[in-house]
């Protein structure tokens, strides 16, 4: 199946700070989520960008379909944006529905 | 739009015993998927349902089952629980009407204890 790798895995930043996170795909993809996971467990959708750029606020993310990979960017962090962030896609198929694949999460840390 | 949900929100079985979850997708999805979410595997998919018909399966032993009402409701099962069926059970629904994007919106999921 796909392969869907975040990194980094951990990441602690100070209060204001930018921060970056990448997500690497093994093959082409029909949709992909960025998502982020509240203390409770509920997974919040940030983005769904298959390709291209998308801004929303402080966030922002960019997928580049050829290339594999895509970037989720948080600008002026606040300690609210503590959690974790995944990153799902679901590959491309002629078969109609194919299941989100999950990578393994960023862990943000934002120290006031 | 009312969003996802789950019910129960937390539930404590002992091993052997069999759980239902339930899942309520957004009006007028017709698609709803399930996920197990543990610390040691990370989210991974169930199955996914589609007008009454499992579309999709993942790679998980016969003891979880699901099914899908008319009213595109879910309900999964898992029988003869075992200690490492304890996880975050996640459901999403999606439109996936013709020309539709299969964006999935997530319930804030249904924690199962295994005692």
């Known amino acids: 199946g796909i392969q869907v790798e975040q990194s980094p895995p951990d990441l602690i930043l100070q209060e204001g700070a930018n921060s970056t996170l990448r997500c690497n795909f093994s093959d082409s993809v029909n949709n992909l989520q960025w998502f982020h996971q509240n203390p409770w467990g509920q997974l919040i959708n940030l983005f769904y960008?298959?390709?291209g750029t998308k801004q929303n606020g402080r966030l922002s993310a960019t997928t580049v379909a050829t290339e594999r990979y895509s970037l989720l960017y948080i600008s002026s962090s606040q300690t609210t944006d503590s959690g974790v962030y995944f990153c799902a896609v679901e590959r491309a198929s002629n078969f109609g529905n194919e299941k989100l694949t999950f990578g393994t999460g960023t862990r943000l840390t934002i120290i006031p | 739009k009312a969003g996802v949900t789950q019910t129960p929100r937390y539930l404590i079985k002992t091993r052997g015993q069999q759980v239902t979850l339930s899942c309520s997708p957004i009006s007028g999805h017709r698609s709803v998927s399930w996920y197990q979410q543990t610390p040691g595997q990370g989210l991974q998919f169930l199955f996914e349902y589609f007008s009454e018909t499992q579309r999709n399966k993942g790679n998980f032993p016969g003891r979880f089952s699901g099914r899908q009402f008319s009213n595109s409701r879910s309900e999964m099962n898992v029988s003869t629980l075992e200690l490492g069926d304890s996880a975050l059970y996640l459901c999403?629904?999606?439109?996936w009407g013709e020309g539709s994007r299969n964006e999935q919106f997530f319930g804030p999921g249904t924690r199962l204890t295994v005692l």
């Open positions: 999403a629904s999606s439109w």
């Open positions: 960008i298959p390709s």
